[in-house]
């Protein structure tokens, strides 16, 4: 198995460590930096460097030089998702994506928004999108970092191939970056029921000093800014506390979440995956939950007081 | 013509899963699933750039009968015509990419979702511009068209400013000239402001009820990979980090947390006053409210 | 950019032009639909849901004999899920349970009598005959409110869709018990809560076999069984039926007296479930929904007036349900009506008289058929089984009545069953005359 990792400016992509390691550490970075960004990985590894993404011309180019691998696996990140299928097309093999497991033997796929899996025999040969964070990077192995053997390839990009011109780069936004870097988040999924119970989360979120965030469901209807979806293909988050609020928690949004010291989950169902995270599972309707919350939490707003006002209109 | 690329998709555990747990049933029942928020959003798309550049736009699905029922409703939103690749549902995005290819030859622009509600790979779009020989520019998440003086709209090749969402909250600005292959976000905002579907009109919802929908065979490719399993969604077990930390204790943690795959909290079933308060109480144990 | 300036596909005018418009594709609309298009009338069939019966209570027992006149052997195409076979009927208190229990072999073969049913598949497969008979079915699209020209006469409907406008010369309301339409048209008296019970239902799942063994049935047999008692103190009944893989379980309950002890209608289901006759029919079903929806069920003390210029009411919308204690019907009433209202409003239209005389065939055909003769036989029957007395304390009086006929309590000799009565009587407290007069109401309204 050959990963082969698009990289951008040294830094590897989402998943790029991942999967370098489900290949046991035999992979390609292809991209800008491409040397820079082998710092982060252990391996044999091959570095081409190249000026910006161009998943077409890069595909074309990599076929004639991947020809003899048998298994090829990208990271499910922006650029993996992008160039797999070029590769796979040029190859004329068979694309396997959102895999969450890869061996010789069997390929497990999420499908459904990741409610379900399929699974299928390997074949012999194949392009295999792997789900970030759905393995985890193995730790440190002094050996293999000693081993480590780094080669420079070049490869002949067609000027030709038409690709989009990438104009610029824009840095992540303040919504993200307030997201990227909170302590606390307050996250809502698909069982709030209505936009208007993201004003309330959002009013929470300042009650406790945390920053809102919500899955793609949500991001997707339009109820809260895109900037604000958390997850593989969202913002990476690394808070202490999540509070999730009617959020299953599918590997594409947990991926996305960190390692929080604590989780608490309000849902219905007791038994989705981001109940089983949770630190404190909270099966009730999430809606009425986050009612009681701001109630219990406001503080009387001044003037205000349980004797009636004396008329005077 | 600017083509739109639907895919109408069962609910999960309806339809799609045979009763043995393996391989597919295509005989679904059009009443339940659907397109996913983003191909709802392509199609709005499409029909917006039809508009402003005075395209026909030809709504595209694969699958059986079924997915007929999207084609109408495309129909009725204002798509210009619709073609339907009678196919079974469940094969490989490339053989569904490079019938649909066939089916949108000689569009200027090809629309597609960011994702499919089953597969979600998002492949198909590349694929499409693969068999195409195109440029893509996908999982946009802001789209701009810049028209030129309104009298060359219609003519020539189109220039498009897109925006993609890269990882880790950046985002990168592409320059795209027609023809392409666009797949977009359940959100993508046109011009600046997000969009959503339109609804259709009510005369347009009765003429799509007889409209006609040009049927086209698949061409005949390899077999599609068969699926050997199919489950509910269990997390792998997670490879751990090594354990850092100066605190003895921290690092056994640390080697005990199974990186979340295992439930390591304690459930509770309350009423909402009561949740609430339970909630608080754990926020002030944990340190988090004084 | 608006809906409204978007450019049309069609013609502004096609299809919003048609001889009849129905409000709501349950199972009075459809009937209507298909009764005017096999007339050969253009007929638009409007359904606010994504598709017919998405909307509705997840099932329930119908009773088809009526479609024998729009769809003859019906019972070969129709989605069943069980074909009731036996009914039992069951008193409760809070310790005991007596039963009547009936079965027959004829209701498990062709013509059939009454069967369980999904509702969005049964809704769903009664409009495709509708669109089969050429009505043009949309679904996603709410009437908002009715056109009428200035002499007040009823000329279309307006929708929640953009041009959404559609004239008719006959509007037929089966938009369902809190039809709006009824309303608007002020054809239906200001709605009073003492007139309508809350139904809940709960569907549990079971694999076949268990129910098959619980119920005492095979193959596509089922039960349904009515309830007496067992409502936690709120007046009303109770029920369960078998589906092929679910069973129903629900209380149909009165509004004044729920709102009055503050019971969650949740908590009564789960203490009929956890009743000692009823548990072991129940344990074990996994939860697959819950549901809660409103009865008309003070039949004809509600019904509105059924026809205006223009206008015809059917179904729900016209509170054609039959509530009366051991009987739930509604849907055979609503195909009726339904079906009766097409053919009144093809004859009106065919005579290019829509004022109220000229559907008032419409009404007719309701007094004469079963549709207002039952409600008019049984006219009393929601009041007398809903009464204090009958809700709190026959069950006590029949049960107190059956443990002693059972009771072995030697060497005690068996009392006689007059005395058995006189003393369970005075400890139900029932006065002799209440129970006479009830008696006699009784035998007037079931008699
Ligand atoms: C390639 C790819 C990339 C993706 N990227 C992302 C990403 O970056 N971020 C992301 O979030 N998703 C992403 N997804 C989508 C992801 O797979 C899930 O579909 C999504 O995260 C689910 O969001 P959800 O939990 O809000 O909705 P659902 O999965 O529908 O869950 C809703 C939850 O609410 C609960 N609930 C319902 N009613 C109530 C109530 N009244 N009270 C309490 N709880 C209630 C339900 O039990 C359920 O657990 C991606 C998918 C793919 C295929
Ligand atoms: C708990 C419960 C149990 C029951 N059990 C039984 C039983 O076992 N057997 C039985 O025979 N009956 C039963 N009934 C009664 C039965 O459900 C009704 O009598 C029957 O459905 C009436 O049919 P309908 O066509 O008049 O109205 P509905 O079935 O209510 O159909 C009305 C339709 O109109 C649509 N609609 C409403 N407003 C609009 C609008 N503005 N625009 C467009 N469309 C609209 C709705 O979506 C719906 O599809 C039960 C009822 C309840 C509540
Ligand atoms: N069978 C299909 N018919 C039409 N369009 C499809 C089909 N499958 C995928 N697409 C398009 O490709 C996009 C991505 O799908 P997927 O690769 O399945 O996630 C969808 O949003 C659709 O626009």
């Not at chain 1, 004329?92 to 379900?116: C, K, Q, Y």
Request: hydrophobic fraction near 45%; charge should be negative.
């Amino acid at each position: 198995m050959l990963a082969v990792i698009p990289v951008r400016d040294g830094r590897l992509p989402l998943g790029g460590a991942e999967t370098a390691d489900e290949c046991g550490g035999r992979a390609v970075l292809i991209g800008s930096g491409a040397r820079d960004s082998a710092a982060s990985v252990a391996g044999d590894l091959r570095c081409i460097e190249t000026g910006e993404f161009r998943p077409a011309a890069w595909a074309r180019a990599l076929a004639a030089l991947l020809a003899d691998e048998a298994i090829i696996v990208l990271p499910s990140s922006a650029d993996g998702r992008d160039l797999a299928p070029r590769l796979a097309a040029e190859l004329e093999r068979p694309l396997f994506t959102n895999a969450i497991h890869v061996s010789d033997t069997h390929v497990v796929m999420t499908r459904n928004g990741g409610l379900t899996m399929h699974t299928v025999t390997t074949p012999a040969h194949a392009i295999i999108t792997l789900q970030v964070g759905s393995r985890g990077v193995d730790p440190p192995d002094f050996a293999r970092t000693a081993a480590t053997v780094l080669h420079d390839l070049t490869i002949d990009v067609d000027p030709m191939i038409r690709d989009a011109d990438v104009a610029e780069v824009l840095e992540p936004d303040a919504a993200s970056i307030d997201l990227a870097e909170a302590e606390r988040i307050v996250g809502g999924g698909a069982g709030l029921e209505g936009q208007e119970r993201f004003d309330d989360l959002a009013r929470l979120g300042e009650l406790l000093g945390a920053s809102v965030g919500a899955t793609r469901v949500i991001t997707d209807r339009g109820w809260i800014e895109h900037q604000r979806q958390i997850g593989t293909t969202g913002v990476v988050v690394d808070p202490r506390l999540y509070i999730a609020f009617g959020i299953s928690g599918a590997v594409q949004h947990t991926s996305g979440l960190g390692n929080p010291d604590h989780i608490v989950s309000v849902n219905t169902d007791a038994s989705c995956p981001m109940m089983l995270r949770a630190d404190l599972a909270v099966v009730a309707d999430a809606n009425t939950v986050l009612t009681e919350l701001l109630t219990l939490l406001a503080p009387a707003a001044p003037g205000e007081s349980s004797e009636p006002e004396p008329s005077n209109v | 013509m600017i083509a739109v690329c639907l895919k109408f998709s069962p609910p999960p555990g309806i339809g799609g899963r045979a009763p043995d747990g393996h391989g597919f049933d295509d005989r679904f029942d059009d009443r339940l699933g659907g397109v996913s928020p983003a191909d709802r959003a392509a199609l709005e798309v499409a029909l917006r750039f039809g508009e402003a550049t005075g395209n026909d736009v030809v709504a595209v699905s694969a699958g059986p009968l079924a997915v007929q029922r999207v084609l109408r409703d495309a129909l009725a939103c204002g798509a210009t015509a619709a073609r339907h690749i009678v196919a079974a549902l469940e094969r490989d995005s490339v053989d569904v990419a490079a019938d649909l290819a066939a089916a949108v030859h000689g569009a200027d622009m090809v629309v597609c979702g960011d994702y499919s509600l089953d597969r979600g790979s998002g492949s198909v779009p590349a694929f499409i511009a693969h068999h195409l020989g195109t440029a893509q520019a996908l999982g946009l998440v802001d789209l701009d068209l810049d028209l030129p003086d309104s009298d060359g709209a219609g003519r020539g090749p189109l220039a498009l400013r897109a925006i993609r969402r890269l990882d880790g909250g950046r985002r990168e600005v592409l320059a795209v000239t027609t023809p392409c292959v666009v797949s977009v976000e359940g959100a993508v905002a046109l011009d600046g402001t997000s969009v959503s579907l339109r609804r259709a009109s009510l005369p347009g919802l009765v003429a799509a009820a007889d409209a006609p929908i040009e049927q086209l065979a698949p061409a005949a490719h390899r077999s599609s990979t068969t699926v050997s399993h199919v489950s509910d969604f269990r997390p792998r077990a997670r490879i751990l980090g090594s354990p850092t930390g100066v605190v003895t204790l921290d690092r056994v943690r640390q080697l005990l947390d199974t990186g979340g795959s295992v439930a390591h909290g304690e459930t509770v079933e309350l009423d909402p006053r009561a949740s609430a308060e339970r909630i608080i109480e754990s926020l002030r144990h944990w340190g988090y409210l004084s | 950019m608006s809906d409204a300036s978007l450019p049309d596909t069609a013609d502004p005018r096609a299809g919003n032009d048609v001889d009849v418009v129905v409000v709501g594709a349950g199972p009075a609309g459809s009937c209507a639909a298909i009764t005017l298009a096999r007339r050969g009338l253009r007929v638009l069939l409007l359904e606010r849901g994504p598709f017919p019966g998405s909307k509705n209570m997840y099932g329930g027992v119908v009773y088809p004999r009526i479609l024998d006149q729009l769809i003859p052997q019906w019972w070969e195409e129709m989605p069943v899920q069980r074909w009731i076979t036996r009914r039992t009927t069951m008193v409760l208190t809070d310790t005991q349970a007596l039963s009547v229990d009936f079965r027959t072999e004829a209701w498990g073969t062709a013509p059939y009598n009454g069967a369980t049913a999904f509702r969005p598949d049964f809704d769903h497969w009664l409009a495709g005959h509708a669109e089969a008979a050429g009505a043009r079915l949309l679904c996603s699209t709410t009437a908002t409110g009715l056109l009428r020209d200035t002499a007040g006469t009823v000329i279309g409907v307006t929708t929640d869709r953009p041009n959404g406008d559609v004239r008719a010369r006959v509007v037929i309301a089966c938009d369902g018990v809190n039809s709006f339409l009824a309303k608007e048209s002020g054809l239906h008296a200001k709605p009073d809560p003492a007139n309508y019970t809350l139904g809940v239902k709960e569907t549990l799942a079971l694999p076949k076999d268990v129910i098959d063994e619980r119920f005492g049935v095979r193959g596509t047999d089922g039960v349904d069984i009515e309830i007496l008692g067992g409502t936690s103190g709120v007046n009303g009944g109770g029920f369960i039926y078998t589906n092929f893989d679910t069973i129903a379980v629900g209380v149909v309950l009165k509004l004044p007296k729920l709102a009055a002890q503050q019971r969650r209608p949740e908590d009564i289901i789960a203490g009929l479930k956890a009743h000692s006759a009823i548990a072991p029919l129940v344990e074990g079903g996994e939860l697959k929904e819950y549901s809660a929806h409103l009865i008309p069920e003070a039949g004809l003390a509600m019904m509105p007036q059924l026809v205006g210029a223009g206008l015809l009411v059917a179904g729900d919308a016209a509170a054609m349900c039959l509530a009366a204690g051991i009987w739930l019907e509604g849907v055979n009433f609503a195909m009726a009506s339904g079906m009766y209202a097409g053919e009144a409003a093809a004859e009106a239209i065919g005579r290019g008289d829509v004022s109220v005389n000229g559907l008032a065939g419409y009404r007719k055909r309701l007094d004469d058929t079963f549709v207002l003769r039952d409600h008019r036989k049984l006219r009393r029957a929601p009041a007398l089984v809903l009464s204090d007395r009958v809700q709190h304390m026959y069950p006590q009086l029949i049960a107190g009545v059956a443990e002693g006929m059972f009771r072995v309590d030697n060497p005690a000799p068996k009392p006689g069953l007059r005395k058995l009565l006189a003393t369970e009587r005075k400890r139900a407290g029932v006065r002799r005359r209440d129970l006479i007069r009830d008696g006699w109401a009784g035998f007037r309204t079931f008699g």
